[in-house]
């Protein structure tokens, strides 16, 4: 990149993301520790003077796509004179690290995801030729404490990390492996970041962990100083002024605590959607997958969530074809979905992850069964999702303007119940909260038309 005239040379940071929120949260911390040092986003690969390739574990073929595109980068760091600084992080970082940089040298970098603080510190070393390439150490709380506390938000919501890592091992997972033991940050320093971002214009906060519900952050400076649960958490977040939205993501059956279903009916600030992977209807298949509850557990999580807020959308995920999964067990997990009926959910076929207890079970399902139980479960969920979202009709909403939309003179925003919608209105909407009566809707999306700017009720 170029510099302007008096102004300090840009650098210019290309990053890609693949996977889960997580991710795309963690890249845009990179982006931050990264932007004291003069490095500013740019578009493209080509010609950036740093690449971060933030890898996801999850899916299947991930190593292989993250070495395929590494190869090209290989002939883009060649083009550029070995400028280019290549970085790899993420999940497949974490599990494959020594084996990255042996099989693709043209990668200065390797890091896990506890360790983008370290990345100033392993830029220097890299540009001097020194040190180890290669940070995979699990101390998720060196990273929360290293972390840059006030950062700049790109609209009017907001991710919050407020833990990270899991202990549950399920057997599909890799995640307890790749992002460590379950921790959580402390109380007294996302109130701070909150505080900053809400100063800043943001007015909706996603609360992000791999098992967000599993926390239990010390509370030094607050109330006695116990650690906080979730629940607490969401309570005093509500009180921070310009705070008008919480949600929280990912959270696990195990952690719905009576506080925080509470919570869903007494904080009006607490939208009405709840994320809450179920994976399998049947209880033997849950019991395999090491998921700790049954399918009536889980029915009788979402009636009581349901009590409490009545219209909250519910959200899951789900994979077919697990070893050993039966015709039977499949008709549970669509007896299940015709049970709760979801607003939305992310299924997909079961895929081995090499290390994890999963793999070696016996009972592997050929791709062609797998294939057809995914086009069945997914037919009902796009049944049932456009039926939560025609549900809206006639309704209003209060809309929080995101963005532009795809149409002329169109705003995009969401919903209290994370439905993206567009309706026709100004820039001068944009960040902030409108009424929106909804006219149609379809399976991704529902349209409306501004009622008035949104009054507050609480
Ligand atoms: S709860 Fe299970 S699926 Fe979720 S991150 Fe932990 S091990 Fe993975």
């Known amino acids: 990149m170029t510099a302007t005239p008096d102004a300090k040379p840009l650098k210019g940071l290309f990053i890609r993301t693949y996977g889960c929120q997580m991710n795309v949260y963690d890249s845009e911390r990179i982006r931050d520790v990264l932007k004291p040092l003069g490095y500013a986003p740019v578009d493209a690969p080509e010609g ?9 574990h999850i899916r299947e073929k991930a190593t292989e796509k993250v070495y395929s595109e590494l190869g090209k980068l290989k002939q883009m760091k060649l083009a550029s004179g070995g400028k280019m600084t290549i970085a790899v992080a993420g999940c497949v970082a974490q599990a494959e690290g020594a084996e990255i940089i042996r099989r693709q040298p043209a990668v200065d ?35 929360f404490d290293a972390l840059p506390k006030t950062r700049d938000p ?20 890799v995640v307890p492996y790749t992002r460590g033991a379950e921790m959580s940050r402390n109380v007294d320093d996302i109130v701070l970041e909150i505080r900053d971002l809400a100063a800043k214009g943001v007015r909706e906060v996603t609360l992000l ?15 006695g100083g116990a650690d906080w649960t979730l629940g607490q958490l969401v309570r005093h977040i509500a009180k921070i002024g ?60 979402i009636a009581r969530v349901r009590k409490a807020r009545p219209d909250i959308a519910i959200a899951s995920d789900f994979i077919v074809g697990f070893p050993g999964e039966s015709d039977a067990d499949f008709e549970a997990t669509m007896q299940l979905v015709r049970d709760i009926g979801f607003a939305v ?14 793999a070696e079970m016996h009972g592997h399902l050929s791709e062609a069964v797998k294939d057809e139980r995914l086009q069945a479960l997914q037919a009902l969920l796009r049944d049932q999702q456009t039926a939560f979202n025609e ?26 119940y ?22 149609s809707a379809s399976l991704n999306s529902v349209t409306g038309e501004r009622v008035r700017a949104h009054e507050p009720t609480a």
């Open 209 to 223: 962990g791999q098992n967000v519900n599993a926390f239990h952050g010390p509370a030094p400076r607050l109330e």
């Open 242 to 301: 310009g705070i008008e939205r919480i949600r929280y993501t990912t959270s696990h059956p195990r952690d719905m605590d009576d506080d925080l279903i509470a919570a869903h009916g007494d904080t009006p600030a607490m939208m009405p959607f709840l994320h809450l992977p179920v994976q399998s209807g049947s209880d033997r298949i849950l019991k395999a997958m090491n998921r700790g509850h049954t399918a009536d557990e889980y029915r009788d999580i």
């Open 418 to 439: 994370l439905q993206a919608l567009h309706f026709d209105g100004t820039d001068a909407l944009l960040n902030t909260l409108v009424d929106v009566k909804i006219t």
């Open 345 to 358: 959910a992310y299924s997909f076929k079961y895929s081995s992850r090499p290390g994890t207890p999963a």
């Open 391 to 416: 549900a809206q009709i006639g309704k209003t909403l209060p809309v929080l303007v995101t963005g532009k939309g795809r149409n002329p003179g169109q705003m995009h925003g969401r919903s209290p």
């Open 109 to 143: 970098l390797v890091l896990g995801p506890q360790a983008y603080h370290k990345l100033p510190e392993m830029i220097a070393r890299a540009s001097r030729a020194v040190g180890d390439r290669l940070e995979t150490e699990f101390d998720t709380v060196e990273k």
């Open 154 to 173: 790109d609209g009017p919501a907001a991710f919050v990390s407020v833990q990270e890592g899991c202990d549950k091992f399920c057997t599909f997972c």
């Open 48 to 56: 950036a003077d740093l690449v971060v390739i933030n890898t996801c």
